[in-house]
């Protein structure tokens, strides 16, 4: 399997003047052509409960066009918003019925693992990669 990962330094936003380090792992897999995986620490996750032992991170996976068009202007609807909050860094926003989290990547950081996913699988070519059983496999897992 080809997959694309890089481990970034974001900073997760607690309030107008105070930001939290976190380590984000990027992952994309060519057999999941459309989407791109973002793996938070598991004591990140939004709705305030214990992690079960043996979970290391909290993963959300959204479209790779949704980080790819945020990364220069406003993208997103429902629970995923990607946005420029200036030319060095690119804000996400995770929405769950638990809470919101704003964190905040260097942009610089998101364009080469976008550029690294693109020379996996171009855009406008993820239908060549898709595998349709695999999908409906784990939709009805």
Not at 104 to 130: D, I, N, T
């Amino acid at each position: 399997m080809s997959v694309v990962e890089q481990v970034v330094q974001a900073h997760l936003i607690v309030s107008a003047h105070r930001s939290a380090p976190l380590r984000v792992t990027l992952r994309y897999r060519a057999c999941d052509p459309l989407a791109v995986r973002m793996g938070f620490p598991a004591e990140f996750a939004l709705d305030g409960e214990p992690v079960p032992d043996g979970v290391p991170e909290i993963t959300w996976v959204f479209a790779r066009e949704l980080l790819a068009g945020g990364v220069d202007q406003p993208c997103g609807q429902g629970d995923v918003h990607v946005r420029p909050s200036s030319p060095r860094h690119t804000l996400v926003e995770l929405r769950s019925p638990e809470g919101t989290a704003l964190v905040r990547f260097p942009a610089p950081e998101l364009r080469r693992f976008l550029w690294r996913s693109h020379a996996l699988v171009a855009a406008g070519q993820e239908h060549l990669h898709l595998d349709a059983d695999r999908a409906l496999a784990e939709l009805l897992r």
